[in-house]
């Protein structure tokens, strides 16, 4: 069986959170990894309500310093120093990160009973046997990155033929993925029959920004665009002057980079009654749209 990619959304508000949504957080889990995308006020209390562990976070990503991404960080390293965490974090972000965090330990207090890497990040930063992580430069009133995570190609065995057959763990099982045909206690096995190969999965997280060509090249073939949709075309100019996206922008994005779906998320307060307007306009661009509300998981 594939393993899956599972992205909860713990915060898909903006600035101003309301009683539906909250500060940006977001969770992507792959087998051992929980990355954690941003980390803005109440996103504990989110965690508590998805019934997700945050002593199991492995690494943090952040787009950018301003508050609404950032404000939950110190309460969150208390709560993991509190809880017995005890591997190194390392937390990655755009130019500057290292000066916004030795400033938030001085105000708030160093953190003593786990190791805390902070890292500046651009293009590939991270890379495993299983994915690796890119950050491309954003266009936004301070540095900003936005983020993908790429799984890679690889050839797995169909464990349940595996099993059927009784097939143990052994040599042979390599000789399969070479391509190789075996013979296990007189009975001859194909390659072909028994070894799969998974295909690569995308998923991209572009927040704060404004349009430009880094966020078509860095969502190009997504299978999951996640987007911010601050604003909708009766406000572009506001879009403009804060340097956000409109949800049609979100759309364009999606459609030039050949996404298979689209997310939107980071919704301005201001569409707190009826949201489904931004999604309307998007969907006019790129049909395969859907909005994001807080606690909402979604596996690719």
């Known amino acids: 069986m594939t393993e899956k990619i599972k992205f909860t959304f713990l915060g898909t508000g903006s600035m101003i959170p309301n009683e539906t949504r909250g500060h940006p957080a977001f969770l992507l889990a792959y087998k051992e990894e929980n990355i954690l995308i941003d980390c803005g006020e109440g996103t504990q209390v989110q965690f508590r309500k998805a019934k997700l562990n945050p002593c199991k976070i492995t690494r943090i990503l952040i787009t950018h310093w301003h508050g609404d991404h950032t404000f939950g960080l110190p309460g969150l390293l208390r709560t993991l120093e509190t809880s017995g965490y005890n591997k190194k ?30 890292l500046e990040v651009s293009g590939k930063f991270f ?13 936004h009133v301070q540095p900003c990155n936005a983020y993908t995570f790429f799984l890679k190609s690889r050839l797995r065995m169909d464990k349940r033929k595996m099993k059927k057959l009784k097939i143990s763990p052994g040599k042979h099982i390599q000789d399969l993925k070479l391509g190789k045909d075996i013979v296990f206690f007189g009975k001859k096995f194909r390659s072909k029959d028994l070894v799969f190969e998974e295909e690569p999965k995308k998923i991209s997280i572009i927040l704060d920004t404004v349009m430009n060509d880094n966020t078509v090249s860095l969502a190009k073939d997504s299978d999951l665009l996640i987007c911010e949709s601050t604003f ?39 569409y707190s009654k009826n949201p489904k307007i931004l999604l309307n306009e998007a969907k006019k661009v790129f049909k395969n749209t859907i909005l994001a509300n807080d606690l909402d998981v979604i596996s690719v």
């Open 89 to 118: 974090m390392i937390i990655y972000g755009p130019k500057g990160l290292k000066k916004h965090m030795d400033e938030m330990f001085v105000a708030f207090g160093s953190i003593d009973k786990f190791p805390i890497q902070v």
């Open 232 to 270: 909708g075309k009766d406000q572009s100019h506001l879009a403009k002057e804060y340097q956000h996206l409109t949800s049609t922008q979100a759309g364009e994005i999606a459609k030039k980079a050949k996404v298979r779906k689209l997310v939107l998320t980071h919704l301005s307060d201001r």
């Open 127 to 139: 890379e495993n046997q299983d994915f690796y992580l890119e950050a491309n430069k954003m266009i």
